[in-house]
């Protein structure tokens, strides 16, 4: 399967046959009002295809509280040398000058879900008819012994897009001859399934060639990763002795940190580091809880629409949402963002809605032009996003295939960003 931008947008929107549409909303005022909040892979492509789409019929409202969109995929890329920071940057100018999207650089504080507002943190109060959350993640109190938010300057978790990740850059960098950058990898679910072991293989490729006798080690409470043959191939084809990977059955979930002394303790056996990189346990972003949809880690929602099992008027997308097979992606948030923008302009309009239909393509990077891919169809039933069928590359392949993986993975991001923003 090769993608590239076009056929990136064509496939990834709905397309079957009409379903009948539920009747038009009517409570008094002038355009039925959607708010969505958070301006990523889900949120950013909701409010583009809410106001696109509807024609002006809608009042889209986004709120997000950063004026530049740092993308957390490819981000580990910027890692390796082979994006700038400036590249994974993106404005959302577009959507509000083309679009008519009302674009709110703001904190949601609160949602009421019976007066059906939501409270910024300037004060103003946003009324909705239809209310999209699409926060990310943040991170498990106490889920790595010795690491807080607080820490994260010392021990950077870089699994948010921006400053962190030019901050773990800058770390490894600057690491002594001969160091050691270690990895606190986090248990499932979480953002990006392949993300710490491409993490891994971006950060051998720049000791490899600036520092050959560092070592990278991985503290991981899982007993297998996503792509683990791939990975564990190519870092013993590439980066051979670098790399000490300690699953759960040697002690990986059993870790603590201390970021005062830069020590990383694993099953009981302290180990100096010069760089910890530590990726803690996640949970949806703080706004979804606020607003009672959660279940006090994810928010569970109805597959067909994206719709929380808490609230019908309340929607939530991508990697903060409980939803199935699905992984926690861009590329499955921006999936999930045209179901549930086609079945809430069906609702507030009376326009036709399309059976739910979702896809997921993870790409990532070994070495120079050694990509690889793993990826699914998967449709909705009563009780989640079921997988349909899937792909994933294959172990040995050939230097050609892998560099054409890689080129694929360069013409979905231009893809997807341009689908997100415009």
Not at 258 to 272: C, F, H, R, V
Request: proline share 5%.
């Amino acid at each position: 399967m090769t993608f590239n931008r076009r056929k990136f947008i064509k496939t990834s929107v709905v397309t079957a046959a009409a379903l009948s549409a539920p009747a038009v909303l009517a409570d008094g005022h002038g355009k039925p009002r959607v708010v969505v909040i958070g301006g990523g892979a889900g949120g950013a492509t909701a409010a583009r295809y809410l106001a696109k789409d509807s024609k002006g019929a809608l009042d889209v409202t986004l709120v997000e509280p950063s004026r530049s969109y740092y993308t957390c995929f490819f981000s580990n890329l910027y890692i390796g040398g082979f994006r700038t920071i400036d590249s994974l940057a993106h404005s959302y100018g577009t959507l509000a000058a083309e679009y008519g999207v009302n674009v709110v650089h703001d904190w949601a504080v609160d949602v009421d879900r019976d007066a059906k507002t939501v409270t910024l943190a300037g004060g103003s109060t946003l009324s909705y008819d239809k209310l999209v959350l699409s926060p990310g993640i943040d991170f498990v109190d106490g889920a790595v012994e010795g690491w807080d938010l607080s820490t994260q300057n010392a021990m950077p978790h870089a699994y948010k897009g921006g400053s962190q990740t030019e901050l773990l850059k800058a770390q490894i960098e600057a690491m002594p001859e001969g160091g050691t950058y270690a990895m606190v990898a986090p248990p499932n679910p979480y953002r990006c399934p392949p993300g710490p072991y491409e993490r891994v293989s971006m950060v051998a490729h720049v000791l490899k060639a600036k520092n050959p006798t560092a070592k990278i080690l991985i503290a991981d409470p899982k007993e297998k990763f996503s792509k683990m043959a791939l990975f564990q191939e190519g870092w013993g084809d590439n980066y051979a002795g670098m790399i000490d990977w300690i699953g759960s059955d040697f002690g990986g979930g059993d870790v603590s940190v201390d970021p005062a002394n830069m020590t990383l303790t694993i099953d009981g056996e302290e180990t100096p580091v010069d760089v910890c990189n530590v990726i803690p346990a996640m949970k949806a972003g703080k706004i979804a809880d606020m607003a009672g949809v959660t279940d006090g880690n994810w928010a569970p929602v109805n597959a067909i629409d994206m719709s929380t099992k808490a609230d019908a008027d309340v929607y939530v997308l991508g990697d903060a949402s409980q939803q199935g097979d699905m992984p926690k992606s861009g590329f499955s948030a921006n999936s999930q963002a045209k179901v549930c923008a086609n079945a809430i302009r069906g609702a507030l309009t009376g326009s036709k809605v399309f059976p739910a239909k979702f896809s997921n393509t993870c790409w990532s990077l070994i070495d120079t032009d050694n990509g690889v891919k793993v990826g699914a169809t998967y449709e909705a039933t009563d009780e989640k996003i079921a997988k349909v069928d899937g792909f994933i590359s294959a172990t040995g392949e050939d230097g050609a295939t892998r560099k054409a993986t890689y080129e694929e993975s360069i013409g979905w991001y231009a893809g997807i960003t341009s689908d997100m923003f415009g």
